[in-house]
């Protein structure tokens, strides 16, 4: 009675030995044996590995892009400073000409009207006679000279220079055998010049 009991309660198993039935019982307890043998022979962890790769190239090329914006908004920041720092020197530059120029226009227009005293001094002191008053003009005008020569204005127009279109104005023309060619004769007005402005051209006598 107990042998045909045990073969219903067993089923399939009625037939197999004892020993593959112990066997078969500790079957179970090998699986999860099985599974912690997968993760150390290293198959899940290279699975999980993928996607930290997948997310660190993202990772790098994100950062690439964001490199690569700054370089070019610096590279245009850095051509709008050059732009303007060059437009400001110009502007620098030009406002510096514009002012010299304008300060030697103020000063030619008012030397040519200061030299025209000078000349009537220098024409008094050629008919001076040996009077006090005499001494004040010639003295007036060393003093007059003085301060032309201070404030940077030169003479020119002599007799014996070679007549020159840049800086004298032929009024006159002579035959003299006993000057060369294009040599000035006479100086009847001096010329002025401060720096390279001509203040007043020379009235010269052009000989030959």
Request: hydrophobic share 30%.
């Amino acid at each position: 009675m107990n042998e045909k009991n045990t073969g219903r309660d067993c089923g399939c198993n009625a037939d197999i030995p004892a020993e593959d039935t112990a066997e078969m019982k500790k079957a179970p307890d090998s699986k999860p044996e099985e599974k912690k043998s997968g993760c150390r022979c290293g198959k899940d962890g290279g699975e999980a590995e993928e996607p930290k790769k997948e997310c660190s190239k993202k990772e790098e090329k994100k950062l690439k892009e964001e490199n690569e914006k700054l370089n070019s908004s610096l590279s245009e920041l850095n051509d709008k400073y050059t732009r303007m720092l060059a437009e400001y020197d110009n502007f620098r530059k030009r406002a510096a000409k514009e002012r010299d120029g304008i300060y030697g226009d103020a000063c030619v227009d008012i030397l040519k009207e200061v030299l025209t005293v000078r000349d009537s001094l220098e024409l008094a002191t050629k008919y001076a006679d040996e009077s006090e008053l005499s001494k004040g003009v010639s003295m007036t005008l060393a003093k007059f000279d003085a301060v032309l020569k201070k404030l940077g204005v030169e003479e020119f127009g002599k007799p014996g220079e070679k007549f020159d279109p840049n800086l004298h104005n032929a009024v006159l023309h002579t035959e003299d055998e006993s000057l060369g060619e294009n040599e000035i004769a006479e100086v009847m007005l001096k010329g002025y010049k401060k720096g390279d402005r001509i203040i007043r051209y020379a009235m010269v006598r052009v000989a030959n």
